[in-house]
């Protein structure tokens, strides 16, 4: 119910009808079988505006549910990681890292530890600074590291600024190999062949 003596009436189509009394202006609203709804009370006079007011309520609930509909829930997913990974199994599973990232979820790096690199937590140090570096751009640590008896974890957060077209520091195909104590090698030079003693020696003949 509105108490207040007199208020600034807009009608339907958002309209000014002027200063009133309340009275008057609710005699308006019933002849056009409409309410009489208080919009800002804390205006001086206070504004009241003539409309369906089951309509009204009935839109701002559809609103509410469409934006609800279209609003994306980020989800935390995980990755697991060892210290002595493959080049290969690291690229494939550094995608699923970015692509989580890049759908707006957050991560949680694991590097899984057994045996004898319990003792070398820093293995899994190295490998889970290595996928921070190359998600660079999409996410960013959001905890401190991790360390426990069996893992080393972390968990990362999407950026704003990341994107489908941020670097990759190693795309796939690469030859470099993320071992666990954070170096690299090239199975390209570990495979170069080097020239026969006999064909080092020999001097071309004339």
């Not at 890049?102 to 820093?122: F, W």
Request: a positive charge; proline letters at 6%; glycine letters at 6%.
């Amino acid at each position: 119910m509105i108490t207040f003596r007199e208020i600034r009436v807009i009608d339907e189509e958002k309209k000014p009808l002027g200063v009133m009394s309340a009275a008057e202006a609710l005699v308006i609203a019933r002849q056009r079988g409409l309410d009489l709804v208080e919009i800002a009370p804390q205006a001086q006079p206070p504004v009241c505006r003539v409309m369906d007011y089951g309509k009204f309520l009935y839109e701002l609930h559809k609103r509410d549910h469409e934006a609800k509909k279209h609003q994306k829930q980020a989800l935390l997913k995980e990755i697991k990681f060892r210290p002595k990974i493959s080049i290969h199994d690291y690229d494939f599973k550094l995608k699923h890292v970015q692509r989580f990232l890049e759908e707006g979820n957050k991560v949680k790096i694991t590097i899984m530890l057994r045996g004898r690199e319990k003792s070398r937590p820093e293995m899994g140090v190295a490998v889970l600074d290595r996928v921070v570096a190359d998600c660079a751009g999409l996410g960013k640590v959001d905890s401190d590291f991790r360390k426990m008896d069996w893992a080393v974890s972390s968990v990362l957060v999407p950026t704003k600024t990341g994107g489908k077209d941020a670097k990759i520091k190693n795309p796939p195909g690469s030859q470099e190999t993320v071992r666990g104590d954070g170096g690299k090698e090239n199975p390209a030079q570990k495979n170069e062949q080097k020239p026969h003693p006999d064909q080092e020696n020999s001097e071309p003949q004339a």
